[in-house]
């Protein structure tokens, strides 16, 4: 099976992208909403989350992400060992998925993917880009938060530039019409590819 990692810096708009390719036929695996539906369930990763950020982690038995967010995104070491504690299981969440696909290609969008090494499991790469600016805008929008905390965010993740020196494909996310149009061509692109 042929694995297409899809990142980008948050706000770049992976999701629209990955539903491009969703309208294509392509299975999109979103890395963020399983590892938390499994931050979650699992009860391991709940007495793992808990032993390291504290009983504040969880408020009535579910993820407390506001508190969680103001831990991890102002010290890395946080984040470090909360991803060394969710990632391994994700990974091993879209192994057994990736299994029951019966598909050409299967897209696994992960907003961190270079920064934890999940790229070396990808066959090819797209990222995702759009200028800070959209960015910023877009996610004051949707997630009704702070310029300094979208930023403390950026911050925690690799530059576009960084991004676009690893990838096989860039799509440039500004108008939606573009976006789609250039979705379509690296579909074709993957598929002569693999063929």
């Not at 629209?16 to 909403?33: C, M, Q, R, S, W």
């Not at 060394?84 to 019966?102: G, L, T």
């Not at 979705?183 to 692109?189: L, P, R």
Request: glycine share 6%; proline share 2%.
């Amino acid at each position: 099976m042929i694995i297409v990692g899809l990142t980008g810096g948050i706000g770049s708009g992976k999701t629209t992208v990955a539903k491009e390719f969703e309208a294509l036929g392509i299975p999109v695996y979103i890395a963020d909403i399983e590892a938390k539906k499994l931050m979650n369930r699992s009860k391991v990763i709940k007495r793992k989350l808990i032993a390291l950020l504290g009983e504040n982690a969880y408020l009535e038995g579910k993820l407390n992400r506001s508190y969680i967010a103001g831990v991890i995104f102002n010290d890395k070491t946080y984040l470090e060992k909360m991803n060394a504690i969710v990632h391994p299981k994700v990974a091993r969440h879209f192994e057994k998925w990736v299994v029951k696909q019966n598909t050409s290609y299967v897209i696994k969008e992960v907003a961190i993917l270079f920064e934890n090494g999940g790229d070396a499991q990808c066959d090819y790469v797209i990222t995702v880009t759009a200028p800070k600016a959209i960015r910023i805008q877009r996610l004051l929008k949707r997630d009704n938060t702070s310029k300094e905390k979208v930023e403390a965010i950026m911050k925690n993740q690799w530059s576009d530039s960084e991004k676009i020196k690893y990838s096989d494909f860039v799509i440039v996310n500004e108008n939606l019409e573009e976006t789609r149009l250039q979705a379509y061509k690296i579909h074709h692109k993957i598929l002569q590819k693999i063929q």
